[in-house]
């Protein structure tokens, strides 16, 4: 293996000075120019031994141009002069002959952000495929001498954002994150864990892998249970699959519309309103939008110009906010909010052994796989459990058993919450592991 340099990603100045020569070059009414770029590294292992160790560089510059009510969006990998003038000139082609959008909103005005900056490290920026395969070598090598079949991915971001409008908008972001998933598995049995950090070195790796060993082999030989209701205990990467949907479906156009759980009807089933503001979930529930929390240290920005700052979601179990995209908010007379991302959790300083250790019957689940829609409106989900799920009994995992179905509404769920563990991040989330008094299981499945 030979060793690589890492390619070098715009600076600031470099950045807006380039968003700069677009706006210049633009003979629309107006104008909105966006680059991206990233170095991109993924490691994959399977078998204990790597399959997979790669590095990619990519930039792109998106322009769209208004006139009017109507608009279009080029772009281009290429930032040499002659091909950005092309793309200009596309852009501004396409808009005057694109129709007219229903749902048209005007430029940005420059806005005001937090002022941070998102985490940026710089022994993950400059991480090499070398270093990387070395890592994963390390996982590997513990999966072999344990016995079990190991496998996963472990991989670095470091990514620019810009913005720019021709009313004058500027904004400029960098930032790294890491993400590091195992699996292993032996015989019947199968553990998954994943985590995520600003830098590839705050990753838990060895703990994660260990810990995935020992589940693994404590997973063998898993008994039937019937399905049904049961206290259950979440590990935060298993609730963070499901707090997603939760999170993604408190939009203020869905509740309005009556296509929502938060939508509130009349007797003849009109939409009348929504339920902000009232008691949903348990009181222990607390969520917000939170992108300077320090385990993320996101961008205070979206990619659209709206800020990205601290926003309370969930309150003492009571909804305190809806998201309004900039069309919805403008119809109703509201403030735009922006997407609800990143999304943060809070939890306590309990860890999952804690948990489990104050059930005395119940089902420990650590992964919820393939999860999807069964009811939008009242938000009812339907999904599996994985990679090892046991029966509590006393305090304690008593044993493994079969991996079951489940159907749920979600916000029943939330309202069911009891108890708290400690927040990690997966992802672009924060959350805890929880314990919640009721959640229904519809069947067996032969999922491993």
């Given at each position: 293996m030979t060793a690589t340099t890492v390619p070098q990603l715009p600076t600031q100045e470099e950045a807006l000075s380039l968003i700069d020569q677009v706006i210049q070059q633009s003979q629309a009414e107006g104008v909105f120019v966006t680059l991206q770029a990233a170095n991109e590294n993924l490691s994959r292992f399977s078998e204990n031994q790597i399959s997979q160790n790669i590095q990619t560089n990519q930039a792109r510059l998106t322009i769209t141009s208004y006139y009017g009510q109507r608009s279009a969006s080029t772009a281009t990998s290429e930032l040499d002069p002659e091909a950005i003038a092309q793309t200009v000139r596309r852009s501004e082609e396409f808009a005057q002959i694109a129709p007219e959008d229903p749902e048209w909103v005007p430029l940005l005005e420059p806005q005001t952000y937090e002022d941070r900056q998102p985490a940026?490290?710089?022994?993950?920026?400059?991480?090499?495929?070398?270093?990387?395969?070395?890592?994963?070598?390390?996982?590997?090598?513990?999966?072999?001498?344990?016995?079990?079949?190991?496998?996963?991915?472990?991989?670095?971001?470091?990514?620019?954002?810009?913005?720019?409008?021709?009313?004058?908008?500027?904004?400029?972001?960098?930032?790294?994150?890491?993400?590091?998933?195992?699996?292993?598995?032996?015989?019947?049995?199968?553990?998954?864990?994943?985590?995520?950090?600003?830098?590839?070195?705050?990753?838990?790796?060895?703990?994660?892998?260990?810990?995935?060993?020992?589940?693994?082999?404590?997973?063998?030989?898993?008994?039937?249970?019937?399905?049904?209701?049961?206290?259950?205990?979440?590990?935060?990467?298993?609730?963070a699959d499901l707090l997603f949907f939760l999170i993604f479906n408190l939009d203020a156009r869905a509740a309005d519309e009556g296509r929502s759980f938060m939508s509130r009807y009349n007797d003849t089933g009109e939409v009348v309103g929504n339920y902000l503001g009232e008691s949903l979930f348990s009181p222990l529930v607390q969520i917000a939008r939170y992108s300077g929390h320090p385990a993320l240290q996101l961008s205070p920005f979206f990619r659209d110009g709206l800020p990205n700052s601290y926003l309370d979601i969930v309150r003492d179990g009571v909804p305190q906010a809806l998201s309004y995209s900039r069309y919805w908010a403008q119809q109703q007379g509201k403030q735009p909010t922006g997407m609800f991302l990143p999304v943060v959790m809070a939890g306590s300083d309990r860890s999952t052994a804690d948990l489990i250790a104050q059930t005395e019957r119940g089902i420990f689940v650590s992964r919820a796989w393939y999860v999807r829609y069964v009811n939008p409106r009242t938000l009812e989900v339907t999904g599996m459990t994985r990679d090892g799920t046991f029966w509590i009994e006393n305090g304690k995992l008593a044993y493994p058993i079969k991996n079951l179905r489940f159907n749920q509404c979600l916000p029943d769920m939330m309202a069911q919450v009891d108890a708290l563990g400690t927040p990690q991040r997966y992802g672009m989330s924060v959350v805890p592991s929880v314990r919640v008094r009721e959640f229904h299981f519809s069947s067996i499945t032969d999922s491993v």
């Open positions: 940026f490290d710089t022994e993950t920026a400059n991480l090499s495929p070398i270093t990387r395969g070395e890592m994963v070598q390390q996982v590997c090598d513990r999966t072999s001498k344990a016995g079990v079949n190991g496998s996963g991915t472990l991989s670095s971001d470091t990514s620019v954002l810009a913005i720019g409008n021709s009313l004058g908008l500027r904004a400029f972001q960098q930032n790294t994150q890491a993400n590091f998933s195992v699996t292993a598995r032996i015989d019947d049995g199968s553990s998954w864990m994943r985590r995520s950090a600003c830098a590839v070195g705050d990753l838990p790796m060895v703990e994660l892998t260990e810990n995935a060993i020992a589940r693994a082999c404590q997973s063998r030989q898993p008994q039937e249970i019937s399905p049904g209701k049961y206290p259950v205990v979440f590990e935060g990467a298993a609730l």
